[in-house]
């Protein structure tokens, strides 16, 4: 088995253990869009995209304070545990230092404004949210608090990213509620 094959086993292996039974198809969906946005993506750019939320159920929400400050400090620390873990995969599959920091450096999206790469990861994660997420939120929060989240989700994303969420299957109200979001 090669290297890369060998990581996302591993990676694929790790997130099946996930007890609410999420992580998995979250992987491969978010694998889905990066090669849907960058069909020869890089090899480490494949893994960090199989690999971003790898054991994320590890660290619960719930168990940092319930508010922005809280919420801001459990992102950051997802972050980390993502990239440390997905690096010691990458070391046990025997990949070099230099490919193990970019797959982290990806991870945790440095240079987001320089990297296309961690452009790419961020474009994925926004059409995995508006694919998979974005009904059930919609759902529980009020439109006056969803037409922020939704533009703050369309600034996060590249042209391509955008016409590519355009083109989602969604219910009617779904579509609304962005038509109205992108017009203010």
């Known amino acids: 088995m090669n290297k890369l094959a060998e990581t996302l086993e591993r990676i694929d292996a790790y997130n099946a253990a996930d007890p609410h039974g999420r992580e998995k198809e979250y992987s491969e969906r978010l694998t889905f869009w990066v090669l849907k946005l960058q069909p020869q ?108 989240i939704i533009q703050k989700t369309w600034k996060k994303m590249s042209p391509a990213a955008r016409d590519l969420a355009l083109q989602l299957p969604m219910p009617e109200e779904q579509g609304r509620l962005i038509g109205k979001a992108l017009k203010k």
């Open 41 to 148: 993506a890089s090899e480490v750019l494949r893994i960090a995209a199989r690999g971003q939320h790898i054991g994320r159920w590890t660290l619960p929400r719930e168990s940092y304070p319930m508010d922005r400050g809280g919420y801001l400090r459990w992102r950051e620390e997802l972050k980390r545990f993502h990239a440390k873990t997905v690096g010691e995969i990458m070391q046990q599959a025997g990949y070099d230092p230099a490919l193990i920091e970019r797959a982290q450096s990806i991870i945790m999206k440095k240079n987001l404004a320089t990297d296309p790469e961690a452009q790419t990861i961020e474009d994925a994660l926004c059409l995995v949210f508006l694919e998979t997420q974005f009904e059930d939120l919609q759902s529980k929060t009020p439109e006056e608090k969803m037409i922020p």
